[in-house]
């Protein structure tokens, strides 16, 4: 038995987006489709949140906060990207400020493309990073994995 | 007489009471702004889910505080339903929430910092009423005794009518509610970051969920108080304040912390001293 897949909690950070993805995200709460019916609770910190849905692209301005919200999350966790400019760049891809995808930066589970991707395909990628969630924790409870955890971690 | 046997089936059966509470909370939030909500036993996934995660911790001693919170507040719980001295539950209460601006303190963030520096705010308001509510109580039936009380057939709320309507106003404050959710909030809306939670994760965070239940459960054991002369209507005044609470969290937006303060203490000294002043004239004296 689970609750991982029962109560992801999400961080939403806007990278860079034109707003028009972090409407959709944000329409994703609204009572059209409540995605408080899976448990889903955007949380704005990045202590008690599982899932990073990011929007927009990397830029030498936020390239730091990406990374610092990533590392302050607590494993498991998984990163879904969302919108073609959080995926690869988009039309921006080609700017002298823009470096890339968030996958420049932090690994990505899931590419949610779209400009601006619809909330039906926003909830499907964090429907599908679930069960990449529920892996990475099966996963981090192996004992070489506790091991590891033990030496290696931050301190 | 104490009786410890309650005071253990609190132990073992205020999680459960507590979470559904919750969950009913959630489903009829989410009813009331059009949504389907979640499911009845979601809060019991996500501490499940909490104690699935890492323990991050900005410094050990976080993980102590979090415990203590939770162990004050069964101590304080226990106790009530027990039916020992209220004045002595009150102060484990209050000992217990002190843990928990202390672990907010612990992690030198200036998120939590504020996050416990409201909380402080929120104890320093309602504390003067849940006093006043155990000073009113002790004016009717001559006991701080829990187990005193409970059995008394006086009607105590129609003799202290004012400090029930404080106690239910520092309810709000107590279940954080909107407009007194100032330190932290059961809501997706987002505040200073999490306020005093803010640098508890995992594991921590369940412990400080599950402590809530307990206080959920202690709360509304301290309405039944006012109604105990009939456990019927004791059960219709629970559901009735309750709803009022969801009510009132959805209709008001968050209030200032000066705003928290003065009203809280305005509406205590208004209708809860007043109240007790009646009652001791129209007695002649502290023995009823």
């Known amino acids: 038995m689970t609750y991982l897949k029962r109560s992801p909690w999400i961080i939403h950070y806007d990278a860079s987006s034109c707003n028009g993805c972090d409407i959709e995200v944000l329409a994703c709460l609204t009572p059209m489709y409540d995605v408080e019916r899976f448990g889903i609770v955007n949380t704005g910190n990045p202590k008690h949140a599982d899932i990073f849905v ?20 607590p494993d498991p966790k998984v990163v879904v990207a969302v919108g073609i400019c959080a ?26 493309p779209g400009c601006a991707a619809r909330p039906e395909s926003i909830i499907d990628g964090i429907v ?17 994995a506790k091991k590891d955890a033990l030496g290696g971690g931050i301190q | 007489m104490m009786s410890p046997v309650y005071g253990l089936i609190y132990i073992l059966l205020a999680p459960i009471a507590g979470g559904l509470v919750a969950g009913i909370d959630r489903k009829i939030t989410a009813r009331m702004q059009g949504r389907v909500g979640p499911p009845l036993l979601q809060p019991f996934y996500d501490v499940g889910k909490l104690f699935e995660k890492e323990n991050l911790v900005v410094t050990r001693s976080q993980d102590l505080y979090a415990l203590c919170y939770l162990v004050f ?87 202290l009518p004012g400090v029930f309507i404080g106690f239910l106003m520092v309810l709000t404050i107590k279940l954080r509610k909107s407009p007194f ?13 999490k306020g005093v939670t803010t640098e508890f994760t995992g594991p921590n965070l369940g412990k ?14 301290f309405i039944f108080l006012f109604f105990a002369f ?33 009203s809280a203490w305005i509406i205590a000294g208004m209708l809860g001293l007043i109240n007790l002043a009646v009652l001791y004239y129209l007695s002649g004296g502290l023995q009823p």
């Not at chain 2, 504390?127 to 008394?152: H, K, N, Q």
């Open chain 1, 128 to 144: 599908k990073s679930l069960s990449i969630l529920e892996e990475k924790r099966t996963k981090m409870n192996t004992p070489a």
């Open chain 1, 87 to 112: 995926t690869s760049g988009g039309v921006f891809r080609e700017c002298y400020n823009v470096s890339g995808g968030i996958d420049k930066i932090i690994p990505v589970d899931v590419y949610v």
């Open chain 2, 208 to 221: 400080i969920e599950i402590a809530h239940w307990y206080e959920y459960v202690f709360l509304l054991g």
């Open chain 2, 73 to 159: 507040m069964l101590v304080a719980g226990a106790l009530f339903f027990a039916g020992g001295d209220l004045l002595l539950v009150i102060f484990a209460f209050t000992l217990s929430h002190i843990f928990l601006v202390l672990g907010a303190y612990a992690s030198s963030s200036p998120y939590s910092f504020i996050g416990a520096e409201r909380e402080l705010i929120q104890i320093i308001a309602y504390e003067p009423m849940i006093i006043l509510s155990a000073v009113g109580m002790y004016m009717v039936t001559a006991s701080f005794f829990v187990s005193d009380i409970v059995v008394s057939s006086i009607p105590i709320v129609l003799y």
């Open chain 2, 230 to 262: 009939s456990i019927p209507i004791a059960l219709l005044a629970i559901a009735v304040a309750y709803l009022l609470e969801i009510l009132i969290d959805n209709t008001f937006s968050r209030v200032k912390w000066q705003f928290t303060l003065k």
């Open chain 1, 54 to 73: 990011v929007t927009g692209s990397i830029n030498e301005q936020n390239r730091e906060v990406v990374k610092n919200i990533y590392e302050q999350m």
């Open chain 2, 181 to 193: 959710d100032l330190s932290t909030s059961h809501h997706a809306h987002q505040e200073i970051v």
